[in-house]
């Protein structure tokens, strides 16, 4: 994905942030019941597409991989949970 220029891979990197920005910010809205902030969802995309490049680079075996994705997915589940619950309050707070 990253080496990918003048190659018909060349755009799929932005297609797939595209895709996963469509489908947090969905998620977000069902949860939050209103709009996240675009760059808020841009940069958790960048974030956990990055932890999926470290597998992808990295030296593990198939098994590493699978036990890491399957890790690090608990983990964005937890944080994001913990963020639309804060997102929500700080909502909230400011009807007030």
Excluded: N
């Amino acid at each position: 994905m990253e080496k990918c220029g003048g190659s018909r891979y060349e755009g799929f990197r932005e297609q797939i942030m595209l895709q996963m920005q469509v489908a947090f910010t969905s998620y977000f809205e069902k949860f939050m019941g209103s709009r996240p902030d675009p760059e808020l969802i841009r940069i958790l995309v960048s974030m956990r597409l990055q932890g999926y490049m470290e597998l992808i680079k990295g030296e593990y075996s198939v098994e590493e991989r699978v036990r890491f994705a399957h890790e690090i997915g608990i983990h964005a589940d937890a944080g994001t949970r913990a963020l639309i619950q804060y997102l929500a309050e700080q909502k909230e707070a400011c009807r007030r």
